[in-house]
């Protein structure tokens, strides 16, 4: 759908347009202040990998990365996108704090990766022209500071440089799932995806990153077992498990998601969307 070659369409929204828009979740819904970290648990996301189909991302990070060549992938995961953007700008340097993911980033081809965190980034200031940090808001301590570390190492004298910010759309089945089930039994505040697109914009509009296009993409979770009972159980597991591995009441969620999942099969029986966001920023000048 975003063949590399082509460039990707962008709608110049200015930072009060992307405050006010609704794939950013209803204003009246957003909260005040940032909830604070999710645990990203080792094989939660592992088991959740393995069942992600996410190429319309993959072709639209490529398709952005585009006449790049100093990429950086803040919170690079398991480097399936740190991957895509290294193959279009010819490399891409990524920073991880998980001690297995910085093992498995090391060993790919034209990465290089710096253990370290979001938060306190290891490079001088404007040192790359496209900057990505892709489902990773959610697991930072500080979010403010990340997201000012992030536009301090992108070149904002550069009119093309460009961050990518990926997140939850308003409409993300997924999250609507944890946020419905589960969240209510950990006694954590909701997930607001949009809430964590705002502030990006807001933060990186004070560095001269005023230039914004949101852009959607669908990806989604598969399940293809034929028997649904199956369907729901691998289903159950691998939502609880995704935030909540070993959380003392993991158990109880994964019982309480089964009904749950039973009604979303119902309309869609194979697949729960990750539906996403690319909020992306660059710099005034651009218009
Ligand atoms: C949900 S994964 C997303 C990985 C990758 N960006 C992707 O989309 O495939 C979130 C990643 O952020 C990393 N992470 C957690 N806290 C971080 C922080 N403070 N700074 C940078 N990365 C962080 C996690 O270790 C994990 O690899």
Same mark, same amino acid.
């Given at each position: 759908?975003w063949?590399?070659?082509?460039?990707? #369409?962008?709608?110049k &929204? +200015?930072?009060?347009?992307?405050?006010a828009?609704p794939?950013?979740?209803?204003?009246?819904?957003? #909260?005040?202040?940032y909830?604070?970290p999710?645990? &990203?648990?080792? %094989?939660?996301?592992?088991?959740? =990998?393995?069942?992600l189909?996410?190429g319309?991302?993959i072709?639209? $990070?490529?398709? &952005?990365?585009?006449g790049?060549?100093?990429? $950086?992938d !803040?919170?690079?995961? =398991?480097?399936?996108?740190?991957?895509a953007v290294?193959t279009q700008?010819?490399?891409?340097k990524?920073?991880?704090? *998980?001690?297995?993911?910085?093992?498995?980033?090391?060993?790919?081809?034209a990465v290089? !990766?710096?253990?370290?965190?979001?938060?306190?980034?290891?490079? #001088? +200031?404007?040192?790359?022209?496209?900057?990505?940090?892709?489902?990773m808001?959610?697991?930072?301590?500080? &979010?403010?500071?990340?997201?000012?570390e992030?536009?301090? !190492?992108c070149? %904002?004298?550069d009119?093309d440089?460009?961050i990518?910010i990926?997140?939850?759309a308003?409409?993300n089945?997924?999250?609507r799932?944890? %946020?419905? !089930?589960?969240i209510?039994?950990?006694?954590?505040?909701?997930d *607001?995806?949009?809430f964590l697109l705002v502030?990006?914009?807001?933060?990186?509009a004070?560095?001269g990153f005023?230039?914004f296009?949101? $852009?959607? =993409?669908?990806?989604?979770l598969?399940f293809?077992?034929?028997s649904e009972?199956?369907?729901?159980?691998?289903?159950a597991?691998?939502l609880?498990d995704?935030?909540?591995?070993?959380?003392p009441r993991?158990?109880?969620?994964?019982?309480?998601?089964?009904p749950?999942?039973?009604e979303?099969f @119902?309309?869609? #029986?194979h /697949?729960?969307?990750?539906?996403?966001i /690319?909020?992306? @920023?660059?710099p005034?000048?651009r218009?």
């Amino acid at each position: 759908m975003w063949p590399a070659e082509l460039s990707v #369409p962008t709608s110049k &929204l +200015d930072v009060d347009a992307v405050v006010a828009h609704p794939w950013c979740g209803s204003v009246c819904d957003r #909260p005040l202040e940032y909830r604070g970290p999710h645990q &990203l648990s080792r %094989n939660g996301w592992t088991n959740f =990998t393995e069942r992600l189909e996410r190429g319309e991302e993959i072709a639209l $990070l490529r398709a &952005l990365a585009v006449g790049r060549a100093h990429a $950086l992938d !803040v919170g690079g995961g =398991t480097g399936e996108l740190t991957a895509a953007v290294a193959t279009q700008a010819g490399r891409c340097k990524a920073v991880e704090p *998980h001690r297995d993911r910085v093992a498995v980033l090391g060993e790919m081809a034209a990465v290089e !990766v710096h253990p370290g965190h979001a938060e306190a980034l290891p490079f #001088p +200031d404007r040192s790359f022209d496209f900057v990505l940090a892709a489902w990773m808001l959610p697991y930072v301590q500080d &979010l403010r500071a990340a997201l000012h570390e992030i536009a301090r !190492v992108c070149d %904002n004298e550069d009119p093309d440089a460009t961050i990518v910010i990926v997140g939850g759309a308003s409409d993300n089945e997924l999250v609507r799932l944890l %946020n419905d !089930v589960c969240i209510p039994l950990s006694g954590e505040e909701p997930d *607001h995806q949009g809430f964590l697109l705002v502030e990006a914009a807001r933060a990186f509009a004070e560095h001269g990153f005023t230039d914004f296009s949101l $852009l959607r =993409t669908e990806a989604a979770l598969h399940f293809p077992e034929t028997s649904e009972d199956d369907r729901i159980k691998s289903a159950a597991t691998t939502l609880a498990d995704f935030w909540f591995e070993g959380h003392p009441r993991s158990v109880d969620m994964r019982l309480a998601l089964e009904p749950a999942l039973r009604e979303h099969f @119902a309309h869609r #029986p194979h /697949a729960i969307g990750d539906q996403g966001i /690319a909020l992306v @920023a660059r710099p005034s000048r651009r218009r």
